[in-house]
């Protein structure tokens, strides 16, 4: 089954505390990207990647890095998390840089303390 | 910076009205559109996406929506919703000229009373 994958679903963690959240697809997409979801705010793109080896910053980068050394894979490195990154995370990818559908995955709710 | 607006934050409907809600964006060059879908616990699913051509389109669950370039506007369309098209609606820009950067709006919560 063709599909985005994130774990854990669900993280609650300390300030300060480095955590990664993956995020694998199966459908040998070129293009990645991550999102938050914060309440009246919508999705707020963080990094996205275009291509192995290949990054580049969103809308709300900072306290976030992320790497691809995978196509399939393209997790989301929080060095010292802060309350404020408290948020509801989304990967996504599609195929090419055609501007087509993307892809999401289910959703990491991240709590920071 | 780019942006996308949302007209509505929450719309109330009873099912059988009719549904529009209003999305805007910020840019005047050239722009891919997208409707997204969220149900309640769930990730986000493509509705209906614009890139080039008639500027009505339709989408999957007899939505459709409008892009009209003078007034910068992408608007959701439904003639007839039902108690299943409760959820959370998004529109999503991406601004050609600025790559693979996309933009969502805010959200707009659909709460359809049966």
């Known amino acids: 089954e063709a599909q985005v994958t994130q774990n854990p679903r669900y993280l609650i963690t300390v300030t300060g505390k480095k955590l990664t959240v993956t995020c694998s697809q199966n459908m040998n997409h070129e293009y990645m990207s991550w999102y938050r979801q914060d309440p009246g705010l919508g999705l707020r793109q963080i990094y996205y990647s275009m291509n192995v080896e290949v990054t580049d910053k969103g809308d709300v980068p900072e306290g976030y890095k992320v790497s691809r050394k995978e196509k399939r894979n393209f997790p989301l490195i929080l060095e010292s998390p802060s309350p404020n990154q408290t948020s509801l995370y989304f990967c996504?990818?599609?195929?090419?840089?055609?501007?087509?559908?993307?892809?999401f995955g289910p959703g990491t709710r991240l709590t920071v303390l | 910076a780019q942006s996308v607006s949302q007209h509505n934050h929450h719309v109330i409907l009873s099912e059988a009205a009719s549904l529009e809600l209003g999305c805007n964006y910020s840019?005047?060059?050239?722009?891919?559109l997208f409707w997204y879908v969220q149900y309640p616990g769930q990730h986000l699913q493509l509705l209906l996406k614009y890139f080039s051509g008639d500027p009505l389109v339709k989408g999957i669950k007899g939505f459709e929506a409008e892009f009209i370039k003078s007034k910068f506007s992408f608007n959701l369309r439904k003639p007839s919703v039902q108690w299943s098209d409760t959820a959370e609606y998004f529109c999503?820009?991406?601004?050609?000229?600025?790559?693979?950067?996309?933009?969502f709006g805010p959200g707009t919560r659909l709460s359809v009373l049966p």
């Open positions: 999503a820009v991406n601004f050609s000229n600025y790559g693979q950067n996309f933009v």
């Open positions: 840019y005047g060059g050239t722009v891919n």
């Open positions: 996504a990818s599609k195929g090419d840089l055609s501007y087509n559908e993307q892809f």
